[in-house]
């Protein structure tokens, strides 16, 4: 017997200021989460989300500052030329990786990567994930493997590539390098993010104990229409934002 889910509505936006701000908390939100999982690394990372308003740019985190210290405010606001609207600059690398993205992929609000210990780790074995464990399944047939490594991504030519190999799927694991995630909101791109990190570190973890057993793939792919879907990377990220907004409220600031 099977059992109705409550399944709590995306919200929906008439006033384009307000959306906005909404998507502005969520990534200073995300950012917070980012250290408190311990995805910081000196200057290296960032998340984007495409501006509501100014289609043709996108928030970021603002060069040199940690993700601890990002807030509504100090967001940077850069467009598809690499122009600051709004803020401060940001790290190049960013620029050079999500301006390709935003603009390779219209229905993408949000593009997340930071140099997490295990997807870093994993990114250099050069294999995609196994559908190993119910939260890897969101990734099964929806993640591809970028296998350049050109040191650290200044050239908008790489990023166009980066783009390209992403193509429609939901993340990258890049070369020696690490994860990136995509997403329709900021929440999804951050979850994804965040569980990618898990399901590296819970595979590395199963082949050191042994051969794990994979998930068949049809099963595969019920559990990633279960647990994958724009929704499902949405919902999975609102306790998340709970938290730490009632951690530490001066993000809204």
């Known amino acids: 017997m099977k059992?109705?889910?409550?399944?709590?509505?995306?919200?929906?936006?008439?006033?384009?200021?307000?959306?906005?701000?909404?998507?502005?908390?969520?990534?200073?939100?995300?950012?917070?989460?980012?250290?408190?999982?311990?995805?910081?690394?000196?200057?290296?990372?960032?998340?984007?989300?495409?501006?509501?308003?100014?289609?043709?740019?996108?928030?970021?985190?603002?060069?040199?500052?940690?993700?601890?210290?990002?807030?509504?405010?100090n967001l940077s606001l850069?467009?598809?030329?690499?122009?600051?609207?709004?803020?401060?600059?940001?790290?190049?690398?960013?620029?050079?990786?999500?301006?390709?993205?935003?603009m390779a992929r219209e229905r993408v609000v949000a593009a997340a990567h930071a140099h997490g210990l295990y997807g870093k780790s994993?990114?250099?074995?050069?294999?995609?994930?196994d559908p190993l464990t119910q939260d890897a399944c969101a990734f099964y047939e929806d993640h591809?493997?970028?296998?350049?490594?050109?040191?650290?991504?200044?050239?908008?030519?790489?990023?166009?590539?980066?783009?390209?190999?992403?193509g429609d799927k939901k993340a990258v694991i890049l070369a020696n390098h690490g994860n990136l995630t995509v997403g329709q909101t900021v929440d999804a791109a951050a979850w994804w993010f965040i569980t990618m990190e898990r399901s590296c570190q819970a595979q590395l973890i199963a082949e050191a104990a042994g051969q794990p057993r994979k998930i068949d793939?049809?099963?595969?792919?019920?559990?990633?229409?279960?647990?994958?879907?724009?929704?499902?990377?949405w919902i999975a990220f609102q306790p998340l934002f709970k938290r730490i907004v009632a951690e530490q409220p001066d993000l809204l600031e």
Not at 122 to 129: A, D, Y
Not at 217 to 233: F, K, M
């Open 3 to 73: 059992i109705e889910v409550f399944q709590p509505e995306m919200p929906g936006f008439n006033d384009a200021e307000k959306e906005q701000l909404h998507i502005k908390q969520k990534l200073a939100a995300a950012f917070r989460l980012f250290s408190k999982c311990g995805f910081d690394e000196g200057i290296a990372g960032h998340i984007t989300a495409r501006d509501p308003i100014h289609k043709d740019c996108f928030w970021v985190n603002p060069y040199g500052v940690h993700f601890s210290q990002i807030t509504v405010s």
């Open 78 to 102: 850069i467009n598809h030329q690499g122009k600051i609207v709004q803020g401060t600059p940001c790290n190049s690398a960013a620029f050079a990786i999500h301006s390709r993205i935003h």
């Open 122 to 129: 994993w990114s250099s074995l050069g294999r995609l994930l």
């Open 144 to 166: 591809v493997f970028y296998e350049e490594y050109n040191g650290v991504v200044y050239d908008t030519d790489e990023g166009d590539r980066i783009a390209g190999c992403l």
């Open 217 to 233: 793939r049809d099963d595969a792919l019920l559990t990633r229409e279960q647990v994958g879907s724009p929704y499902g990377g």
